[in-house]
């Protein structure tokens, strides 16, 4: 057990590329690098499913939403990155963006993909709006990552400046 002095160092998941000091950031169109018509199969395909679920929910019990914008973004080391969160919406009535990441289990890498990816290019773009960051999961397990998260039941709990997680199952209905 940790005493109070104690930290746990957390790093980020293999292959993880943070975004780095954003020079520059814009929606754009999708890259001629993605693939049209493929459909994947066994977990990515699952995992795929899952996420247009939650987009269907979220557009149906939330606010309309962006499914997969995709950004394109500079940073100090001079590299063009393309980047794409799985949806957001705008609620201009609290100004703020709701920036959703779909996972079908709980993974480290959806934290650092909403705090040190898509959150810092949407500030990059509009920093007058507040950004709440959530992860929804179908299969809940507990993960190390630097800061809090606060567990949420309906989207709009999401707190700006900081990360939720929600838990909706695969196949759940909408309540």
């Not at 890259?31 to 939650?54: D, M, N, T, W």
């Not at 269907?56 to 939330?62: D, I, P, S, V, Y």
Request: aromatic share 14%; glycine share 6%.
């Amino acid at each position: 057990m940790l005493s109070s002095s104690q930290t746990i160092e957390v790093y980020p998941p293999k292959g993880f590329r943070p975004c780095g000091q954003i020079t520059r950031a814009a929606f754009t169109c999708q890259p001629s690098f993605v693939r049209e018509g493929y459909h994947p199969r066994g977990a990515k395909g699952k995992g795929l499913r899952y996420q247009s679920q939650i987009v269907k929910m979220l557009n149906e019990t939330f606010l309309e939403g962006i499914e997969g914008p995709w950004f394109l973004f500079n940073n100090t080391y001079n590299e063009e990155r393309f980047t794409q969160p799985d949806w957001l919406t705008f609620d201009f009535r609290t100004g703020i963006i709701y920036l959703v990441e779909i996972k079908l289990s709980r993974v480290e890498q959806a934290w650092w993909q909403l705090n040190k990816l898509y959150q810092p290019v949407l500030k990059a773009i509009f920093p007058q709006w507040d950004i709440a960051m959530v992860e929804i999961a179908s299969n809940m397990y507990h993960i190390q990552v630097p800061g809090d998260v606060k567990y949420i039941t309906r989207i709009q709990d999401a707190v700006p400046g900081k990360t939720s997680f929600m838990q909706v199952g695969y196949n759940a209905k909408p309540s």
